[in-house]
């Protein structure tokens, strides 16, 4: 069994979990202060988001410099204390590594600018003429997955018609040519940079993008909306190409041991999906299945199956995520308020009993739900989207800062988050924290959460109940609207009291 088989991961986002310097926005010294948190929590590993120099314009995931520290979140040295504190209290740290694309202020980005069309500096982007009339229109039409093209033009040095570079994502976020091998060298220097400092594993940004299509075709798809932006039959996207590229990260990986890699994999269909985690490539992916299930039992059963069988099919383990930086948070996508807190409890019970890894996102195991800010306060490059599952933790009771800065957040953080500050919840044995510190707890001592499947039962309409296939540990949910009887066994753990023996709407249980 490697670590991160069965590891509760948890997502640090950076900005948002612990300021040290009171300048509004967390930092490494800040996390380290926090260990002790994350350790009684009961986690196995964080995966810190991008703390790498950049200019922040998708705070972090614009990266100048992969093998430095910015300031505003500390240097190498707090970097390397931070590790070392993980790893002496044994929790593993996961970084994230950002290859689909470079900030503009990397300096081969700079260097591209200021060279010719045709040069090497060009060649480690996406340069190309225009389309049309003086080179007026972008080389493809391929979107921004944020919006607008996907192409920004750059003037020739004369003013002429220059060329334009290709951005998946903002224009200060230009694509590198995954045809270049000194993209494939600069990507390796990067991964062994940090895996000789330590580090346990990395989570591939955009795992899914860093290939593209050789003729860079148009996208000939009808305008449509999809959760996460992305569709199959997507040229942006899954190019045959990436695969070589995860094989590559995978040998580099192998070198150290006990290292590992995720993607994050926005690919829709199954099989194209599971190719990112065959035996050569990444160890895992996000399994994000039941981000898109509503709570409804025959929903949530249905994506539970086709996670498990999609792994299986390529013997790698299931990875299961409720809430990362990017959606909504689980409390608000269920409904919102005491409905939406029970149902995302009831799911981290689900998640929870269910074999391979779970990764949760900070906050989560506080009940936070996502925060409506006010139009001028919103910094998300992607328009308002983002910005509410990040307003920062809620750590004690005196606000504005909450613990969490002793500066001006650099979200606002509302009232409501006064009552669910971590100090709070610590002390309540009913609070959502401690449900999630009871269920690791189980999660990581009980024998019941053994084996890799499970079988279903039969449950009253709207329910479910499922067995982990080695084992006798069940898990019951009541997606219904009426109050059910358990399956028998003896109750380990439920998501709310139950009510005269039964399981009330919007819970679930444990039992064995
Ligand atoms: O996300 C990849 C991605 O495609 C996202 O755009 C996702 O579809 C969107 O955020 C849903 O609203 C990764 C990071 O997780 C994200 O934070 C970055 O902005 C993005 O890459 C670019 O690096």
């Excluded at 196995?44 to 988001?49: E, F, G, I």
């Excluded at 860079?216 to 996460?228: I, K, N």
């Excluded at 099989?271 to 160890?283: C, G, N, T």
């Excluded at 509410?388 to 650099?410: I, L, Q």
Aim: a negative charge; charged letters at 25%.
């Amino acid at each position: 069994m490697r670590w991160w088989q069965e590891a509760v991961v948890y997502e640090v986002y950076v900005r948002s979990f612990a300021d040290s310097d009171g300048d509004g926005v967390g930092d490494l010294n800040g996390i380290r202060g926090r260990l002790g948190y994350l350790e009684l929590l009961g986690v196995d590993a964080l995966w810190l988001t991008p703390f790498y120099r950049s200019p922040m314009v998708d705070h972090g995931y614009d990266v100048a410099d992969p093998r430095d520290v910015d300031p505003l979140f500390g240097d190498l040295e707090s970097f390397d204390a931070l590790l070392a504190e993980a790893h002496r209290r044994g929790m593993q740290v996961v970084v994230d590594l950002v290859g689909n694309h470079t900030s503009t202020e990397h300096e081969w980005f700079r260097g591209a600018v200021e060279s010719a069309p045709g040069s090497p500096e060009r060649a480690r982007y996406h340069f190309r003429p225009g389309r049309g009339r003086n080179g007026a229109e972008p080389p493809n039409n391929w979107r921004s997955v944020f919006g607008g093209p996907a192409w920004t033009h750059v003037p020739g040095p004369g003013g002429e018609p220059g060329e334009w570079y290709m951005h998946l994502f903002t224009a200060d976020q230009p694509d590198l040519d995954w045809t270049n091998p000194e993209v494939w060298a600069d990507t390796e220097k990067t991964i062994r940079f940090w895996a000789d400092r330590g580090v346990d594993g990395f989570r591939i940004d955009v795992a899914h993008g860093m290939a593209k299509p050789e003729t860079l075709p148009d996208d000939l798809r009808q305008p449509g909306w999809t959760p996460l932006g992305h569709r199959d039959n997507d040229p942006r996207f899954d190019d045959p190409g990436v695969h070589d590229v995860h094989r590559m990260i995978r040998a580099v990986l192998d070198h150290y041991p006990g290292r590992m890699a995720v993607g994050e994999v926005l690919v829709g269909d199954d099989e194209a999906f599971a190719r990112y985690v065959r035996p050569d490539e990444l160890h895992q992916a996000f399994g994000f299945r039941l981000l898109h299930a509503p709570f409804e039992a025959d929903a949530v059963r249905a994506a539970i199956d086709r996670t498990l069988a999609t792994f299986a099919g390529v013997g790698a383990e299931p990875t299961w995520t409720l809430a990362n930086h990017d959606v909504p948070r689980a409390v608000t996508r269920y409904g919102g308020g005491d409905v939406g807190t029970a149902r995302a409890r009831a799911m981290a019970l689900v998640v929870l009993a269910l074999p391979g890894s779970v990764y949760l996102y900070q906050g989560e195991e506080l009940g936070l739900p996502d925060v409506e800010l006010a139009e001028e306060a919103v910094q998300d490059p992607s328009g308002r989207g983002r910005d509410g599952c990040r307003v920062p933790m809620p750590w004690d009771a005196e606000p504005p800062g909450y613990g969490f800065t002793t500066g001006a957040a650099w979200l606002p953080m509302p009232q409501e988050y006064g009552r669910l500050t971590v100090a709070a919840q610590l002390e309540d044995v009913g609070s959502t924290l401690s449900l999630y510190r009871r269920a690791l707890e189980l999660r990581a001592n009980h024998p019941g959460f053994a084996g890799d499947a499970v079988e279903w039962y039969g449950a009253p309409p709207g329910c479910f109940a499922f067995r982990r296939s080695a084992s006798t540990l069940v898990c019951a949910l009541n997606a219904s609207s009426v109050p059910v009887p358990l399956p028998p066994g003896d109750v380990l753990l439920t998501s709310v009291p139950l009510v005269d023996g039964e399981l009330p709407p919007n819970a679930a249980a444990w039992l064995t």
